[in-house]
């Protein structure tokens, strides 16, 4: 039997989004000999062991940052008879090149990247993800190194927190809130998920409180990626997985707010645009996109899944494939 946690396998713990259109959308690039799949955010590894069951040939690559995912996809990989061609690897996805130069391995065929947190980490409340349970303010994803969503609360001005709240999770009252969290601390630090959300309740109008979603939804998910650096990370991820891909190579990324599908449908965009100056009567090989979409735009999850699901309502999967190598690449 696969090895619980919480009382639940991994596999009930979390369910990956889109699972069977990534697949389909990497089997492609990863049905040859010695084929390399980078899960560069891999979680418990659902949508990892689904990719290597279905490609036979394929070797993963697994990064996390997270040391107590590592462990549960190890087990999941195991129990799914694919962990002897998975390497997994405790890093930061931005660190996708040091990684591959330690591995000696030139270029890979394959990169998913399923971003924002995962079920493991929502679900294990002394890890201050969630404002559905008391907890310390913690939200690290590698509950190892760097400040706390708590540390952050003590220390950041008030304009730099309601800029955070604002850009980060769309906090139409992220000024205000800034207000009472810079208030609230002259008096007492804010330490623990239960604080938080009284706050947050009491600042709030009731009239954006009846229609909006939990109160504290919007400031948790700021808070949590300026915890994380996670837009910073993701520029930088992603420009180094697009790079490691060879000819034929495919990328997957979903994306589940507004910030991160921005930076990935801009990246992805300078990719699959032609360098040539307008007006050349022909394009020059040189000028020719690196990538060509192999979605139109963004694909969403269907009605059901939705409803089966909740990570999947908001998901954006974008995806491009690799069409050639600029001069001076692998």
Not at 94 to 117: N, T, W
Request: net charge negative; proline share 6%.
């Amino acid at each position: 039997m696969e090895p619980t946690t919480a009382g639940r396998t991994a596999a009930e713990r979390h369910v990956p989004v889109l699972l069977e259109q990534c697949v389909q959308l990497l089997a492609p690039a990863l049905d040859r000999p010695d084929a390399v799949h980078v899960d560069a955010t891999l979680g418990m590894g659902g949508h990892a062991s689904e990719v290597l069951r279905a490609c036979p040939q394929a070797r993963l690559i697994g990064i996390d940052r997270d040391p107590q995912a590592l462990d549960l996809a190890r087990q999941r990989l195991a129990h799914d008879g694919v962990g002897e061609r998975a390497t997994l690897v405790h890093a930061t996805y931005d660190q996708l090149p040091d990684v591959l130069a330690d591995l000696q391995i030139p270029a890979v065929h394959g990169v998913m990247m399923d971003l924002g947190l995962s079920s493991f980490q929502i679900d294990t409340a002394e890890r201050g993800f969630s404002y559905a349970a008391d907890a310390p303010l913690d939200m690290r994803m590698d509950p190892t190194t760097g400040p706390t969503a708590a540390d952050l609360l003590r220390d950041l001005d008030e304009t730099e927190l309601a800029r955070i709240l604002r850009d980060y999770g769309d906090e139409r009252f992220a000024r205000r809130i800034a207000r009472r969290i810079v208030d609230q601390r002259e008096h007492a630090p804010i330490t623990r998920s239960g604080q938080l959300v009284q706050l947050l309740d009491a600042a709030i109008p009731a009239a954006s409180k009846a229609s909006g979603g939990h109160p504290a939804k919007r400031t948790f998910q700021a808070l949590r990626i300026a915890v994380n650096a996670e837009l910073e990370i993701l520029a930088t991820a992603l420009e180094a997985a697009l790079d490691a891909l060879a000819v034929d190579g495919r990328i997957l990324v979903e994306s589940y707010h507004s910030g991160e599908d921005r930076l990935v449908k801009t990246a992805f965009a300078r990719r699959t645009r032609s360098s040539a100056p307008p007006g050349l009567p022909v394009e020059l090989e040189e000028h020719r996109p690196t990538f060509s979409p192999l979605v139109r735009g963004a694909r969403q999850a269907d009605a059901h899944e939705r409803e089966t699901n909740s990570r999947a309502a908001s998901v954006r999967l974008r995806a491009l494939v690799r069409t050639r190598i600029t001069q001076g690449a692998h």
